[in-house]
């Protein structure tokens, strides 16, 4: 490489590394693996080592990839905060041992070995026992203050008492969001339609960051700590510093090791390479640090690390499955997300059966055929990829995979708009999923406030007819009895991308076997979920000998479940049967296999395909079927559900107008819509002049509104809610509660008021004309001081000359234009 291509080359890979930087610590997002990111910054180092001189002082080598942001004050730390080198091989890391024996001169150390915890680096300043300070990495030398946030973390002291606790100190540690509060977070997130969080590292480093306290406390994150600093702490070696913020009550994670040479670290990097997945939290390799504090000294540091302390980091792990078979989903907005299904393979601690491929270039860009041999890897993020596929493993005669081009809901042709990636189904009116995200909508907390309906139940209500749109809801009410013992369709049903009905393999061997309770098949198939569909029928053969109930019928029964799968040509899913298959085994005598699968294209439950069959089948055969049903709706249930769709007739014509789910309209200018023009009746009959009129209505929105009105159904939907008494327009008290006072200013509250709920004093301030903001800026027109106001917030507040009132002063400021 000549010096001018080295100098290109070094240019680019510090504007990519920058750019990733920014992306990771400002935004916590990613783009790439953290594999992929330390080979570019290896490739720019190596490249530095060669040709210095175009080594620059402010080259992302040098310096570490954080910065502080405008959001908080921020504070100098007393100690840089470092980086770490890291590594992803033995050798190097051989190497690295070398390096310090020969800058020490002997070998006659000791290495303190931790996990990499894969969170957000905090360090904690103590003065007098008491927590005074709480600062990010930042740029290493200075970061962002966020002592309030880490405040609502419950393990973390904020004051340590007892005997010899020095004046002032520093501990370092790991701020994180355990797996399962994140797997938590990301369940509620998909129930209410909102994007998923990528991973518990950007969540946890976005958590740390956020304005407001009070949703930090509700994150439930934790901390690891791993370091003590200041000038008079009185221990000579990490291991007792380590023992000593043990005992002073911080969170030290039980996985370090001492370990007296390079191959018993080897031996501690090897133990934790499969075990460190049982942990709580994301890691992603070991630390390993000199023990000895006066050898660290003598090793030193370079700009950016230390020389006596290095990662070894784990390999994204990587295995071959193969491809069993497609299934498209369609999202809420009609979006079509392929996910492949594969044969189980273990990995990274779990087994995987699934794989997303995000969209049709995604299959494209894999080449992938049927059956294709594929690689799979599993990252940082929830669900694995197909990396590549391994050609030379393909099926001879192969077929390349066609991409559906109908919906698998609802049978719609599928389009594709112009540069977009995704696939999307049109049929916004009745497709399934569509249906869904609109009742969702609809019954949201901030719109009708309906909860008793969950996903499941409204998806079952939608699949089964008694729901085309909102407006179906407020008829169940004189169908309470037929909702009795309805089954619900959503868990235990999956459907292949032709429309065949799947049944899952736990409620099919149920219903083919004889006196084996469910949780017992349950329990088995979770004890093998590492095999194959067909392994595991045969194990369960096994099982059945083991267990001994009615065991020459029931091993026969999963014999012929085998057979018939084998002799049948449905797509392969793991986990799941179909339906046409097991209805066969069971009513056979009655009804040919085809008969059954066509039945089983239009419908979702086996409770609907046997009423559509209409057999003469009862006694005995009668139970097995019922074995197959899913849960059904009880009566508590019900009840709620009523109750919840009755009042939810009570909400005002704001959250109506948001309810509708009119384009465009979201929460804030559904308000400032009902409050303009009152009633329906008045913005359905507006000309777009008057819509414009109105403070930040746009083309775009008068275009969404027109649209909607002009839209027949909408209208006889409109109707219909009207008919069951819903409020098209504004009530006599709500109009008392609004005024102009607050217009033009911009306000926010913090700490606990007396007189208002969070989201009321929101709602407040924009019925009286004003803007609610939700972090502390110079823009800012007054805060509304409640109690326990954190006092850094008060300390920016004051800083800035942003004017602080009571909670009484802003009442009587509202309650002066109010009859
Ligand atoms: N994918 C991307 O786009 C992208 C972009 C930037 C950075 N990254 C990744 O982020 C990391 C950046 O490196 P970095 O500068 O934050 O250094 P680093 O994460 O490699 O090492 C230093 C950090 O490790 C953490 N740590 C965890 N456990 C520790 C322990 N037991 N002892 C000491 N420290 C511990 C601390 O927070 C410390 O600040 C790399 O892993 C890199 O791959 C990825
Ligand atoms: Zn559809």
């Given amino acids: 490489m000549t010096a001018e291509q080295a100098q290109a080359r070094i240019q680019e890979l510090t504007r990519e590394i920058n750019y990733h ?5 400002q935004e916590d997002k990613t783009e790439i693996s953290d594999f992929d990111f330390d080979k570019l910054l290896e490739e720019l180092i190596r490249l530095e080592s060669e040709f210095p001189q175009f080594l620059l002082p402010d080259s992302p080598s040098q310096r570490v990839g954080g910065t502080i942001t405008k959001e908080f004050e921020t504070a ?42 894969d969170g957000v680096a905090i360090s904690l300043v103590y003065e007098n026992g008491r927590l005074v300070r709480a600062v990010t990495r930042g740029d290493g030398t200075k970061g962002d203050v966020v002592t309030e946030n880490i405040k609502t973390i419950r393990n973390i002291p904020l004051h340590i008492s007892g005997e010899n606790i020095p004046e002032k100190f520093e501990v370092r540690g790991e701020i994180f969001l355990p797996r399962k509060e994140f797997d938590k977070i990301n369940a509620e997130r998909e129930a209410n339609g909102e994007a998923l969080l990528a991973n518990p590292r950007n969540a946890a480093s976005g958590t740390v960051k956020m304005q407001d306290s009070s949703i930090v406390a509700k994150r439930r994150l934790n901390c690891y700590f791993y370091q003590l600093l200041g000038d008079d702490i009185g221990v000579s070696t990490h291991q007792e510093a380590i023992k000593l913020i043990e005992n002073w009550g911080f969170n030290v994670s039980q996985t370090y090791a001492k370990c ?64 069993l078979s497609i299934t498209y989903q369609v999202g809420r907005t009609g979006a079509i997300t392929p996910v492949a299904n594969l044969s189980p393979v273990h990995l990274a601690g779990t087994t995987v059966k699934r794989a997303s491929l995000h969209n049709a270039n995604e299959i494209l860009r894999l080449d992938l055929h049927e059956g294709d041999a594929v690689l799979v890897e599993k990252g940082g993020e929830i669900i694995p990829k197909i990396t590549a596929v391994v050609e030379a493993s393909r099926p001879p005669a192969a077929k390349p995979i066609q991409y559906i081009d109908h919906c698998p809901e609802c049978g719609t042709a599928l389009e594709r708009k112009e540069g977009e990636a995704k696939h999307f189904c049109p049929n916004t009116k009745s497709c399934p999923p569509q249906v869904l995200g609109k009742i969702e909508h609809f019954l949201h907390k901030r719109a009708m406030d309906i909860d008793s309906l969950g996903t499941e139940r409204i998806r079952t209500l939608i699949d089964q007819g008694y729901i085309k749109d909102p407006s179906d809801l407020y008829d169940l009410q004189s169908k309470a009895d037929e909702l009795l013992g309805l089954e ?37 198939l979770e004890q093998n979920t590492d095999l194959p569909l067909e392994d595991v029928l045969v194990q369960f053969q096994s099982f059945i000998r083991k267990i001994n109930k009615k065991t020459a019928q029931n091993i026969g029964s999963v014999q012929r479940l085998i057979d ?51 057999l003469p089948i009862s006694g005995e055969l009668e139970d097995r079927i019922k074995k197959l049903k899913a849960n059904t709706f009880q009566e508590g249930v019900i009840s709620n559900m009523m109750e919840g769709i009755k009042s939810s007739k009570e909400q005002p014509f704001e959250k109506v107008l948001f309810a509708l789910g009119i384009r465009n309209i979201g929460e804030n200018t559904a308000q400032i819509l009902a409050r303009h023009f009152k009633s329906l009746e008045n913005l359905k009959n507006a000309n777009g002049e008057q819509l414009l009129e109105v403070n930040g209505v746009g083309d775009t929105l008068v275009t969404s509104i027109f649209e909607y009105f002009a839209d027949e159904d909408n209208l006889r939907m409109i109707e219909k809610l009207k008919s069951h008494g819903l409020n098209f327009e504004i009530l006599e008290e709500e109009k008392a509660l609004q005024s102009n006072v607050l217009e033009d200013m911009k306000i926010l509250a913090s700490g606990k008021l007396n007189n208002f709920k ?5 709602d407040i301030v ?17 805060i509304i001081e409640g109690e326990d106001m954190g006092p850094s917030k008060k300390e920016k507040a004051e800083k800035l000359g942003v004017k602080l009132i009571s909670e009484e002063e802003f009442m009587q400021m509202i309650s002066k234009n109010q009859k």
């Fill in 564 to 614: 018939s799968l084998k002799a049948t040509n449905f797509p392969k899913m793991e986990e799941y049967i179909p339906v046409p298959v097991v209805l066969h085994q069971l009513i056979g005598n009655y009804v040919d296999l085809d008969k059954i699968a066509k039945a089983s294209l239009q419908e979702n439950t086996v409770h609907r395909i046997m009423l559509k069959l209409n």
């Fill in 766 to 782: 924009e019925a009286n004309g004003g803007q609610y903001v939700k972090s502390v800026s110079k823009a800012l027109t007054f």
């Fill in 260 to 323: 007296r040479t390079i191959k018993e670290v080897l031996a501690y990097i090897d133990y934790w390479r499969e075990k460190r997945f049982e942990l709580p939290l994301d890691t992603d390799g070991v630390v390993l640090k000199l023990n000895d504090y006066d050898q660290r000294e003598e090793l030193g540091f370079t700009a950016k690390i230390p020389r006596w302390a290095i990662a070894y980091k784990y390999k994204a792990e990587s295995a071959e499955s193969r491809l």
């Fill in 76 to 117: 100098q730390h007393e100690y840089r905060m470092l980086s770490l080198g890291n590594t992803y091989s033995e050798e190097e890391l051989l190497a690295f041992d070398e390096r310090v024996a020969k800058g020490l001169e002997h070998r006659n150390y000791e290495y303190f070995c931790e996990m990499k915890f």
């Fill in 21 to 25: 930087n920014h992306l990771y610590y």
């Fill in 488 to 524: 619900m369709s959503q868990d235990q049903y999956q459907k292949s991308d032709d429309g065949i009905l799947y049944i899952s393999l736990t409620k099919a061997l149920f219903a083919l076997t004889e006196q084996i309770a469910l949780s017992a098949i349950s329990k088995f």
């Fill in 758 to 762: 969070r989201d009321e004093i929101i």
